[in-house]
């Protein structure tokens, strides 16, 4: 009796522990932007160790972002990713040699827009709620679109594949 009541239980706390792709995306970005903001209080606090530990964390999740993106995907959308995440990836790491704080802030303006657009498209079209305080807010354009570094907007709707 005592080896099927363990089973059950195993089983009921693999069911809940099961999260949905697109919501462990979101928890990525949230994740993401938690690290940059600590990268950047090590660079405020002059320690080394929490600013090295934590872009490490965020560059590792952020390579996680970009293989979320499927290499099959040759959509406009999919190749702006591709080239963001890879972007942010190569300038990340210059904040361990010259503590530049604007890396860190601009690629956060970056993953906070990219999250907005995940919380408002994605999310919702797979009925997800996400706790964000920006949830319903309209969106604006993506950082550097004026410079030229982000896509126009088009009316086709934007999919990913997880």
């Not at 005592?2 to 099961?18: C, F, W």
């Not at 530049?100 to 919380?119: A, F, G």
Request: glycine share 6%; net charge positive.
């Amino acid at each position: 009796m005592v080896p099927n009541q363990a089973r059950d239980i195993y089983g009921h706390l693999e069911s809940q522990t099961k999260i949905h792709p697109v919501k462990l995306i979101h928890m990525l970005f949230e994740r993401v932007l938690i690290h940059l903001d600590h990268a950047e209080e090590g660079i405020r606090e002059n320690s080394p160790r929490k600013r090295g530990e934590n872009l490490g964390k965020a560059v590792a999740i952020i390579s996680e972002l970009n293989g979320s993106v499927s290499r099959d995907d040759k959509s406009e959308a999919a190749l702006f990713l591709r080239g963001l995440y890879e972007a942010i990836l190569v300038e990340l790491p210059k904040v361990s040699v010259n503590n530049d704080t604007r890396i860190l802030q601009r690629s956060r303006e970056y993953i906070e827009k990219l999250k907005e657009v995940w919380e408002q498209t994605a999310m919702v079209e797979n009925g997800l709620e996400c706790r964000s305080k920006n949830k319903g807010e309209n969106l604006r354009s993506i950082p550097g679109k004026e410079k030229g570094f982000a896509p126009e907007s088009s009316s086709r709707k934007l999919s990913f594949s997880i």
